[in-house]
């Protein structure tokens, strides 16, 4: 086999598929494949980056993921952290999206926040800041529960 | 010690000990909301002092990362400006404080972000976005407590009259910051004018920060901040 700088798409896809199964610590119903977390995946690395820059969970997922790789037999793949270009909320998949809504959050959305629980848009923010960096607390006018919304970010 | 380091370790201090004061709220702040509010704030500072002194690290090239800078110094090798280190006081005092830092703090990262160095300028990026939250939360409040009851109003003059002295130390010409003061002038202004306040008459300012002349303030601070590491040097978790 002649030796390549790329990386096999299968080789990308097995890793990438590994850590689709990394659960995010703070919100485990979702990956850090699904929040956007892993940006990219060679023979040499895996390349991540943080929600926000303070978000105390960025060690523990580091940690997390060295574990599943190692397990996975990938103990050379080192992780190497980026900032650039900045983590938005548009990095978070479809997926994601899904998985947060039915997990209780809403998803980050610039049109009219819509209640995880009823889908009532009859909704309003209680407080821009929440339980956790990524996410601020809002309330349905409908069902009168509240709830969670991942920022906008 | 290079501009480097010296551009890193102001940027990453500032943000350190602001960081600091602000988790002193935690537990404390006037109702739940404004906990999670301020201690929210507190973590993204304490996480942008991180990354910016790592860098200051590397460029002083002494092995000193960013956990040997923030705890194994004291108070006159610290470069954050005055304006940071004030005691929190009453609710309106801390929101004083966080106005008139997170708006110019807003304008330096931008300015950062746009620089020609990579490390500084990527770090400026990604915080500004946090800034920005910074600012519309304080400027809401300052909106509020302004435009609110009359206690609400004189403890919002009195907490601007207090900081206002440390104004002019964070656009100190020899750190390149005079050049944001017009954009930085309208902004107060205009969230002064909504909230029914005039901006405190203009008077001496206060500087020595970025030359580690401290207020007494820092001293205490760095003590509590510091415990550990000066109770048990180099312990790690």
Redesign the interface.
Known sequence: MVATAATSTSFRDRVFEILAHVPDPEIPAVSVVDLGIVRDVTDEAVTIT?T?????ATLAIEADIRTALDRAGLSKLKIET???????TEWISEEGHAKLRAYGIAPPTMRATECPRCNSTHTEE??????T?CKS?WRCLDCREPFDKFKC? | MSARFDHAIRLGDDALILGQRLSEWCGHAPMLEVDLSLANIGLDLLGQATHFLGVAGEAEGKGRDADKLAFHRDVLDFRNCLLVEQPNGDFAQTIARQFLFSNWQELLLTEVAAAPDTALSDIARKSVKEVIYHCRFANEWVVRLGDGTEESRKRMIEGLDWMWRFVDELFDAKDGAASLRPEWDKRIATVLSEAGLEAPKPRRGTMGGRKGHHSEHLGHLLSEMQFLQRAYPDARW
Request: aromatic share 14%.
């Open positions: 943080p926000y820059t303070g978000c105390p980026v900032l650039a270009p900045p983590w938005t209680i407080s821009r800041f929440g339980s960096p607390l970010h």
